[in-house]
């Protein structure tokens, strides 16, 4: 094999990431003919998705002889935003476990790893800042966090393969765990005039809060070198800001009557402003949006709700306002049901919407969404692959690919082809594979 410009991964990856920024769609173009096979591409990147279409156009006959037909191919994604979310609060994942999803992610060509790296349950990430929210956070202080060491291997191990690593860190909600380790940082509730012992998000009413939260994404912008930071932003349950006295009093002084809302948006855009100083762009969940947040215009939104304002909806009211979208909603592979519910995920249009042309070409993407309520090592693999693969070749290839009979031979063939590489895919319906998982 001949392949183009790229002739050094490891020297050439250092230039830039081509179809995995946001700044424009590489093209990869494969010729095989009799005797010999081309692989061009503008970027290293580009190079690597040429590579992957190579090795799935590889197959074996029954002598065992393997072989390639003659084709010619030309590539580029649809969409430049292709990306898995892992929740690794809710159940700790491994390192290897990690490593190996990137793997199969770079088989795929998703090009994101959204890391949704703490939440309430567990605050794995070892900070160098502030080492006691692990210590006092992680379910485990020792084997359960993600060290120093830990998350530089999955930035590097992602960059080889061409995916950007994008951490989440989800405030004022989805923050119990930060709590042991940083005192006075949640919001104590109340229960009539006094204590009740409990906490809720984070309070924002303190200036000590916003001095915790710059030192904080100053050592996360730095660790994370990726332009984008999550930010989250969802599910903020305003109950205890409620109960709280001081709350209460603050929200008289600012003039928000009882629109916690306004409260949420005041934390918000303190938030938002210190991560435009440190120079880094941010995504959002959609709520930051839905409650008219005053965000830069250069934001990105992410749509993940399905109950009330209908996604493609929301989509719409996204892209109408001006924003970036990226879209989950139809798209969370935690939830399972009997039978093929990969051909929901498939069917799925991600510019079915009504809007102007403007507004399409400001939908980036999506993710597929991996939430670790009932999901950990021993079961992500199966519940991942090759449902996600259906996500993949969605925001991959074009929109008229949209044939079920034809998606469904390929993803069972690129389950065995999965098997084969020693991931432990679950199988789309009733079928066998010549190689079966574990070598037999």
């Known amino acids: 094999m001949v392949v183009g410009p790229a002739c050094s991964l490891a020297k050439e990856a250092m230039l830039g990431f081509?179809?995995?920024?946001?700044?424009?769609?590489?093209?990869?173009?494969?010729?095989?003919?009799?005797?010999?096979?081309?692989?061009?591409?503008?970027?290293?990147?580009?190079?690597?998705?040429?590579?992957?279409?190579?090795?799935q156009l590889v197959g074996r006959d029954e002598n065992g002889t393997y072989y390639i037909?003659?084709?010619e191919i030309v590539d580029f994604p649809r969409f430049p935003h292709r990306g898995l979310l892992l929740d690794t609060s809710r159940h700790y994942l491994?390192?290897?476990?990690?490593?190996?999803?990137?793997?199969v992610m770079?088989?795929?060509?998703?090009?994101v790893f959204h890391w949704h790296i703490v939440d309430d349950p567990s605050f794995p990430y070892e900070s160098l800042t502030f080492p006691e929210l692990s210590k006092q956070g992680a379910f485990n202080p020792m084997s359960h966090v993600y060290t120093a060491s830990d998350v530089?291997?999955?930035?590097?191990?992602?960059?080889?393969?061409?995916?950007?690593?994008?951490?989440?860190?989800d405030t004022p909600g989805h923050t119990l765990s930060w709590g042991p380790g940083a005192p006075g940082l949640l919001t104590p509730c109340y229960l009539g005039k006094d204590p009740s012992g409990t906490y809720g998000p984070i309070n924002p009413v303190l200036n000590s809060t916003y001095q915790f939260v710059a030192d904080l994404f100053q050592e996360v912008s730095a660790v994370f070198p990726d332009f984008f930071l999550h930010l989250g932003g969802d599910e903020v349950d305003f109950t205890c800001w409620k109960s709280n006295p001081k709350i209460r009093d603050f929200m008289k002084e600012m003039g928000f009557g009882e629109d916690y809302k306004k409260l949420e948006s005041f934390y918000i855009q303190r938030l938002l402003d210190i991560i435009s100083s440190l120079g880094k762009g941010y995504i959002v969940?959609?709520?930051?949006?839905?409650?008219?947040?005053?965000?830069?215009?250069?934001?990105?939104?992410h749509v993940w709700k399905e109950k009330g304002t209908p996604y493609m909806e929301e989509m719409a009211n996204v892209t109408k306002a001006g924003y970036r979208a990226l879209l989950s909603a139809p798209w969370y592979?935690?939830?399972?049901?009997?039978?093929q519910d990969w051909i929901a995920a498939y069917q799925v249009e991600p510019l079915k919407f009504e809007g102007s042309p403007e507004q399409r070409e400001r939908v980036i993407g999506g993710e597929a969404c991996m939430w670790g309520e009932y999901v950990d090592v021993t079961n992500l693999a199966p519940r991942l692959w090759p449902r996600a693969g259906a996500v993949a070749e969605r925001l991959w290839s074009n929109a008229t690919v949209r044939d079920l009979k034809?998606?469904?031979?390929?993803?069972?063939?690129?389950?065995?082809?999965?098997?084969?590489?020693?991931?432990?895919?679950?199988?789309?319906?009733?079928g066998y594979c010549e190689n079966e998982f574990g070598g037999f």
Not at 94 to 103: G, M
Not at 152 to 169: M, P, S
Not at 333 to 339: M, Q, T, V
Not at 406 to 430: H, I, M, S
Request: hydrophobic share 40%.
């Open 406 to 430: 034809d998606a469904y031979a390929r993803l069972a063939a690129f389950r065995c082809t999965l098997l084969g590489r020693g991931v432990q895919a679950q199988p789309l319906y009733v």
């Open 18 to 55: 081509g179809d995995v920024s946001l700044g424009g769609f590489k093209r990869d173009k494969l010729s095989v003919s009799e005797g010999s096979v081309l692989l061009s591409a503008d970027t290293v990147w580009g190079a690597l998705r040429g590579l992957e279409t190579f090795s």
């Open 333 to 339: 592979l935690n939830r399972i049901s009997y039978g």
């Open 106 to 111: 770079a088989y795929n060509k998703f090009n």
């Open 285 to 301: 969940w959609q709520e930051v949006f839905d409650n008219e947040v005053k965000v830069r215009p250069d934001t990105i939104i």
């Open 94 to 103: 491994p390192l290897r476990a990690i490593l190996e999803t990137l793997d």
């Open 152 to 169: 530089q291997t999955v930035i590097e191990y992602a960059r080889l393969r061409g995916i950007r690593v994008i951490a989440e860190f």
């Open 69 to 71: 037909n003659e084709t």
